[in-house]
């Protein structure tokens, strides 16, 4: 289907809770004026350390504020995370407790 459409909103809410159910850390990264090259790049070199998830932030927002109550429990701090959620953005979410190295 097209973008934006049902079935592809919820393969990515699915992907989105699985990756902050997985990760020990995230990254909110500003992407500006970023081009499809430079963010390829960016998931070039965290292959195997992390994952880079692009997405439409209302989306994104809608998404955190749906699932809180199971993410507050899962330590993931949302109330932290929602007020990042603006402009161009990606999020990277890495396996590791320290996230630095892939900064």
């Known amino acids: ?17 699985q990756l902050l159910h997985w990760c020990r850390s995230m990254l909110v990264l500003q992407t500006g004026e970023a081009g499809s090259e430079q963010l390829q790049r960016v998931r070039r070199s965290i292959a195997g350390r992390g994952v880079l998830l692009l997405g439409k932030n209302t989306t994104i927002r809608s998404i955190l504020h749906r699932h809180r109550n199971d993410l507050d429990l899962q330590h993931v701090p949302i109330s932290n995370l929602v007020p990042l959620i603006s402009g161009k953005i990606g999020l990277v979410f890495v396996e590791d407790s320290d996230p630095s190295d892939v900064q």
């Not at 289907?1 to 809770?17: A, F, I, S």
């Open 1 to 17: 289907g097209k973008p934006g459409t049902p079935e592809k909103k919820l393969h990515y809410e699915n992907r989105l809770m």
